[in-house]
């Protein structure tokens, strides 16, 4: 019997053993892989940052236009109000340019660029920058007017 009860103890041992070595196994292999951050990451991250104000832009457009078609408006919420959709207007630009020069898979997959694209992508870059800017000071602005 005590041989039986010594064998079920070194069989749990080597089980409860084992088991720790698989959740190991497991943590390990399931961990994602750091991926290398790429330049087309970074520009589409700020393309990421900036489409959701989209929507803000055009709320705070109606907003200017109900104080507009209030006809007691100065310039300056007319301008605020052109500034919101020059930004929209440049975005949706962008968006089309930048998709007619690269594929799907080289945007989200991060396939090999051609010396040529990679000089697009540096252009595009700075495109994405400046539009970013001119989203962020346009909305800025236009709450800053309307007292947001």
């Known amino acids: 019997m005590l041989k ?23 943590s390990f292999s399931c961990k994602e892989k750091k ?25 705070l457009a109606k907003k200017l236009s109900i104080k507009i078609n209030a006809n007691t408006v100065p310039t ?25 020069r690269f594929s799907s898979d080289e945007i989200l997959d991060n396939k090999a ?12 870059e700075t495109k994405v920058k400046e539009l970013r800017d001119q989203i962020n000071s346009s909305i800025k602005n236009a709450e800053k007017l309307l007292g947001n």
């Open 4 to 26: 039986c009860l010594s064998v079920k103890k070194t069989i749990m041992k080597k089980a409860i053993s084992l088991l720790v070595t698989l959740l190991l196994i497991l």
């Open 35 to 59: 991926k290398e951050t790429t330049q087309m990451d970074s520009v589409m991250a700020i393309h990421d940052e900036v489409m959701p104000k989209m929507g803000t832009i055009n709320t």
């Open 76 to 100: 300056k919420y007319v301008n605020a109000k052109e500034d919101l959709e020059k930004a929209h207007a440049s975005m949706m630009d962008w968006m089309t340019g930048f998709s007619a």
């Open 113 to 124: 660029l051609t010396p040529e694209k990679k000089d697009w992508l540096n252009e595009e």
